[in-house]
Antibody, heavy 118, light 109 residues
Framework: QVQLQESGPGLVKPSETLSLTCAVSGYSISSGYYWGWIRQPPGKGLEWIGS???????YYNPSLKSRVTISVDTSKNQFSLKLSSVTAADTAVYYCARHLGLAVAEYWGQGTLVTVSS | EIVLTQSPGTLSLSPGERATLSCRASQSVSSSYLAWYQQKPGQAPRLLIYGASSRATGIPDRFSGSGSGTDFTLTISRLEPEDFAVYYC??????????FGGGTKVEIK
């Protein structure tokens, strides 16, 4: 059974960089699939952030592209999200997921709330 | 960017009733690349349907998806107590970005 677990700071200051890691168990990232990040502001809907293939090919939401970096570490079987220059609008629950194809999130982590505040 | 509009915003039904949820796209979704998710409070979303009509692994057959072009439907044939939740559609034919609808809440009447 594929399992994903997000980790990282729950509080980030404005203008700083949000950094999260997703640890994967039950499946080797290097075996395939796209792996991605989706976020959900409190009480609101879902927003796709981006995804990465095990080879390192990335696809980002154009609205976030200038601030987002997704990377993969196959040796640790994990992938990461960095979002720079954060503001209060980036406060959200961040989910990592294994995708069917490029963008359909088939397996999800439980999510982690990141609050941007001074 | 394709905008997805879900309706109604809230659907009030009783267990055993049929639920019909709509997802309309601002332009045609190529190859019926449309997915549906279910989300319960405090939980991550769960994939129900992809490719407009293919059920994901382990999804009961009371859930079905249909549609093409700009109009898509998720039908729950007979609501079970565990089906009361928020449902989101997502298009991934025009990607990136893929986009989500605003959600439909199915609540107990």
């Amino acid at each position: 059974q594929v399992q994903l677990q997000e980790s990282g700071p729950g509080l980030v200051k404005p203008s700083e960089t949000l950094s999260l890691t997703c640890a994967v168990s039950g499946y080797s990232i290097s075996s395939g699939y796209y792996w991605g990040w989706i976020r959900q502001p409190p009480g609101k809907g879902l927003e796709w952030i981006g995804s990465i293939y095990h080879s390192g090919s990335t696809y980002y939401n154009p609205s976030l592209k200038s601030r987002v970096t997704i990377s993969v570490d196959t040796s640790k079987n994990q992938f990461s999200l960095k979002l720079s220059s954060v503001t209060a609008a980036d406060t959200a629950v961040y989910y990592c997921a294994r995708h069917l194809g490029l963008a359909v999130a088939e397996y999800w982590g439980q999510g982690t709330l990141v609050t941007v505040s001074s | 960017e394709i905008v997805l509009t879900q309706s109604p915003g809230t659907l009030s039904l009783s267990p055993g009733e049929r639920a019909t949820l709509s997802c309309r796209a601002s332009q045609s979704v190529s190859s019926s690349y449309l997915a549906w998710y279910q989300q319960k409070p405090g939980q991550a979303p769960r994939l129900l349907i992809y490719g407009a009509s293919s059920r994901a692994t382990g999804i009961p057959d009371r859930f079905s998806g249909s549609g093409s072009g700009t109009d898509f439907t998720l039908t729950i044939s007979r609501l079970e107590p565990e089906d009361f939740a928020v449902y989101y559609c997502q298009q991934y034919g025009s990607s990136p970005p893929n986009t989500f609808g605003g959600g439909t809440k199915v609540e107990i009447k």
